[in-house]
């Protein structure tokens, strides 16, 4: 799982785009996400992201994470709208029967329903794309340029001073640590499991056992990623961290042919997209 936030170093096509157009590929694919509202547009707009996925190549490792983190997604979406959905007709079997003691009585009866299970599944891909999406940035954009992406977004001059317009350097600075320590959270997790295992931590069992062995393990998870945020603090300051306004860059973002070529078809990809929701293809429409 810790593969799924982790930078990918290759020499691959979207390695080299730069970072602040993949940023608004994220940003349509996202609102297209949201602005389509019939199961095939949104099937085929997850299905957008696929061939990116073709270009990068990536390892088994990580096409198994995002298998299981999908399909988890997909399970939980289709299972909660099968019992609960609101435009529901006739259900296919009955969980729990309104003639049931207690739960029968405050439910009104638990149902399954077939178009409910459909609806969630569709539903499920608005979820998805934009994961995917984000997954994709991640893997082929390194932590500082991701960072320079934010801070200078757009760039104009006046005079003989460059001015950047983007977020704050300590808002950018924060959203990058805060993917970083993804990887390193699910590692440590796994170390800690491991040890505690060792010492004799028995994880089998019901799920009151499961419970009261979660604490053995989110105790020194949570101590250790204090420390390691106390750490990087210290490492920041230590390096000037907002010690200048004006801060200086190794490497400088410039567009290049291939940027403006993938710009092009995120604009007409996301004009598109809103066009057919402009239409009558938007919002949320019932199975």
């Known amino acids: 799982m810790k593969s799924l936030f982790r930078y990918e170093q290759k020499d691959s096509l979207l390695h080299r785009l730069d970072p602040r157009v993949k940023l608004l590929w994220l940003f349509g694919v996202s609102v297209l996400s949201v602005v389509l509202g019939t199961p095939y547009l949104l099937v085929l707009l997850f299905i957008s992201t696929l061939p990116f996925w073709f270009i990068l190549k990536p390892p088994i490792s990580r096409i198994k994470a995002i298998l299981l983190v999908s399909g988890s997604i997909m399970l939980s979406f289709t299972f909660s709208q099968a019992l609960f959905y609101y435009w529901a007709k006739e259900p296919l079997f009955t969980i729990i029967s309104p003639s049931f003691p207690v739960l029968g009585l405050l439910t009104e009866g638990v149902y399954f329903y077939t178009d409910g299970a459909l609806y969630g599944m569709y539903q499920s ?26 801070v200078r977004f757009f760039e104009i001059r006046v005079g003989e001073k460059n001015y950047s317009i983007g977020l704050p350097y300590e808002i950018a600075f924060m959203l990058s640590s805060a993917v970083s320590f993804a990887p390193s959270m699910l590692e440590e997790s796994g170390i800690i499991l491991n040890a505690m295992q060792a010492r004799g931590l028995e994880l089998k069992g019901g799920i009151f056992r499961k419970a009261k062995a979660m604490k053995y393990i989110l105790v020194p998870l949570v101590v250790n990623i204090l420390r390691a945020g106390r750490k990087l603090a210290v490492a920041a300051d230590t390096r000037g961290f907002r010690a200048n306004r004006q801060r200086t860059y190794v490497k400088e973002l410039r567009l290049k042919r291939n940027d403006y070529i993938f710009l092009a078809y995120t604009a007409l990809f996301t004009a598109g997209g809103l066009y057919l929701s402009y239409v009558g293809f938007g919002g949320t429409v019932p199975v």
């Open 125 to 150: 891909f608005r979820f998805m794309t934009g994961l995917s999406a984000a997954m994709l940035l991640l893997a082929t954009t390194h932590p500082s340029e991701l960072i320079s992406a934010f």
